[in-house]
């Protein structure tokens, strides 16, 4: 099933560790996002990329950096995790980019910082 | 920060009521999208509107575009023990790239 494919699907980790979160999608969109999502705050933008090769900071970046090498893989790398990272991360992508909307998501990624 | 109030942030239903779920924002907006979250996954896309005014219905799912571009609102008749989960707006400032969430609305149906 076509789609986008989130790992790890949970993770403990020690806070200054450094974690990657890794993000697939085979449906060739051109855009792909990061979100993190925690209890009353929604979706939160962290990084986003509207075509292989560009990458911008949405609303909370700090402290997460990504890379588009390609269309399809777009991971997301915490260089020293600290305990107010642990959150649901989702992974989503777009046919076009701007964030125009009618995001595809993936399954999330659980990760707790202790 | 936030720039859209969702509400409410919780419903507890009895099956086959009606529900009903707002966005608002100060600011003027030319996309808003409902999404639907269920336990443990990600949110899947239900309606997305792109003019004001707009009303379109997905079988007992109906939203509205505000007409003053600044609000929309998402109803559910007859709900059914699958509707439970989180429901958030989401929408596209006039001007801006950035699509912005709402807090979401988690739906509870007691059978």
């Not at chain 1, 997301?76 to 995790?81: C, D, G, M, P, V």
């Not at chain 1, 959150?87 to 995001?103: D, K, P, Q, R, W």
């Amino acid at each position: 099933i076509a789609g986008i494919t989130q790992a790890p699907t949970s993770q403990i980790l020690a806070a200054g560790r450094r974690m990657t979160l890794r993000c697939t999608q085979d449906m060739r969109h051109n855009a792909m996002y990061w979100y993190r999502q925690d209890l009353g705050l929604g979706l939160r933008l962290i990084h986003y990329s509207n075509t292989a090769g560009t990458t911008g900071k949405g609303e909370v970046p700090d402290g997460y950096s990504v890379s588009r090498a390609n269309t399809d893989d777009f991971p997301l790398t915490l260089a020293s995790a600290v305990p107010s990272q642990t959150s649901v991360y989702f992974c989503a992508s777009s046919l076009t980019g701007g964030n125009t909307g009618e995001l595809f998501f993936g399954e999330g990624s659980r990760l707790t910082v202790l | 920060g936030q720039q859209l109030n969702q509400s409410p942030q919780s419903m507890f239903i009895q099956e086959g009521e009606d529900v009903s779920m707002n966005c608002t924002s100060s600011s003027i907006f030319n996309t808003w999208l409902w999404y639907k979250q269920d336990p443990g996954e990600g949110p899947v896309l239900l309606i997305a509107l792109y003019k004001a005014g707009e009303l379109t219905s997905n079988g007992r799912l109906t939203a509205q575009f505000g007409i003053t571009r600044k609000d929309s609102f998402l109803n559910i008749s007859a709900s059914i023990p699958s509707d439970v989960g989180i429901y958030f707006c989401a929408g596209r400032i006039q001007g801006a790239q950035k699509l912005v969430f709402g807090q979401g609305t988690r739906l509870t149906i007691n059978p």
